[in-house]
């Protein structure tokens, strides 16, 4: 299927005559943005007709993007802080058809919020929503979808963000760092190697560095011998499950659902590949609630504390949540969207009511990882989208339908 590419443009903030504060400002961000991956993620939705048209969904996106400064802003210091000069969202209108000549390419701008809008000749509507993982986490992206859609409808903007990541979590004085954070949530990256001959650093190829531990890790699966689990492990080998925690909830006090920022750390449940293959379900179920329960209001404080003492720019750490990893295997990311409210999105018109009937995460080049979606069948159940190699998927479905 070919997508035309009808226009491009840049949607400014709308704001409401003789309202809206328009400085420009750079607010820093919290702890909890900077150890987040640096990434654009994306989500599609599909829409049934009636729907409204382009110029009600551009009019909306640009009232709620006056709300929702920050991502109309870009990165800036080094991407510390978020400059909120008003630059705008993208935005892209496609139309089903034959392929444009010339069409495709092109570098991505700046904009920390894209949007694609693909009309079908039946008069389905999907909707592309990217937003960068560094401005603000996917609870935040799911409020502003429910905004954008009550804006399209000219209703008021809701809900609203509440944007105070700058000055909500001080660290404490004296600190108190509880927990290990510079094996956990930070690594300390291997020096370059120096050319002696030279007497310099040697300049290393991203794109070969990366290509090369690709190669590796998918050669060590092929020849690790009889496969207990889909991805080939052997029994003895250690896999690590990568549980991404949301602390709203688990902080005290509790911080308002309308935060705007990011607020997640991780939980890294650890065991043989054996051990998990022969033992029951709920074996594996309770490593994780106990390493996820351990991730509590001292952990997150904890973390604060490390993040804030200067140690992570002293010691030159990293953060391990590195979206370089094209391949994770022998371990396993997953990332709960349980509590996301990406089916609230609604523009009006048809649908059962103007809201989505698809909804689906969008294609992530990262072996390993796992979302977890409510079902969109609206019985409780829930949707798991499993990144894996293709040689691993038969064994994989045998696997699903075995326990």
């Known amino acids: 299927m070919n997508v035309r590419i009808e226009s491009s443009k840049i949607v400014k903030p709308l704001y409401d005559a003789g309202g809206g504060a328009r400085r420009r400002r750079r607010p820093a961000r919290a702890v909890f943005d900077k150890v987040t991956y640096d990434v654009y993620m994306a989500v599609i939705y ?13 009019l909306g996106l640009a009232k709620t993007l006056a709300v929702y400064r920050e991502w109309a802003g870009e990165l800036a210091d080094g991407g510390d802080a978020v400059l909120l000069n008003d630059r705008g969202g993208g935005a892209v209108r496609g139309g089903h058809g034959e392929r444009s000549a010339g069409g495709g390419g092109g570098r991505a701008g700046r904009e920390l919020v894209r949007v694609q809008l693909t009309r079908f000749a039946c008069g389905s509507l999907v909707i592309g929503f990217t937003s960068h993982h560094r401005v603000a986490y996917g609870q935040a992206a799911g409020n502003f979808l429910v905004a954008w859609g009550l804006a399209s409808r000219r209703l008021p903007v809701a809900p609203l963000p509440v944007c105070d ?7 404490r004085h004296p600190p108190l760092v509880q927990f290990p954070h510079r094996d956990t949530e930070y690594y300390a990256p291997k ?3 120096k050319n002696h001959d030279a007497g310099a650093v040697a300049v290393e190829d991203d794109d070969d560095e990366l290509a090369t531990v690709a190669h590796d890790k998918i050669k060590h699966v092929r020849e690790s011998g009889r496969p207990p689990l889909a991805r080939g492990l052997a029994a003895g080998e250690a896999t690590t499950l990568r549980v991404s925690v949301n602390g709203r909830t688990r902080m005290r006090p509790a ?15 650890r065991c043989a590949a054996g051990e998990l293959a022969s033992r029951p379900v709920q074996h594996a179920a309770e490593l994780i609630r106990r390493a996820v329960a351990r991730a509590d209001d001292a952990y997150f404080r904890s973390f604060v504390d490390f993040a804030s003492s200067g140690a992570v720019e002293a010691e030159g750490l990293a953060a391990t949540a590195d979206e370089s990893q094209a391949v994770l295997c022998p371990d396993v990311e997953v990332d709960s969207w349980l509590g996301i409210d990406f089916y609230e999105l609604d523009f009006g018109g048809g649908g059962g009511g103007g809201g989505p009937f698809y909804f689906t995460p969008s294609y992530l080049p990262m072996e390993g990882t796992v979302f977890l979606v409510p079902s969109f069948a609206g019985d409780g159940g829930i949707d798991a989208y499993v990144a894996l190699f293709e040689t691993h998927l038969d064994e994989f479905k045998k696997i699903c339908y075995t326990y």
Not at 46 to 58: D, G, H, Q, V, Y
Not at 255 to 269: C, D, E, I, K, T
């Open 255 to 269: 911080v308002p659902r309308g935060y705007f920022g990011n607020l997640v750390l991780w939980a890294f449940p």
């Open 165 to 171: 990541r700058a000055t909500r979590f001080p660290p």
């Open 191 to 193: 020096k370059k190697k």
């Open 46 to 58: 599909a829409f049934r007709p009636p729907t409204p048209p382009n110029a009600a969904l551009e």
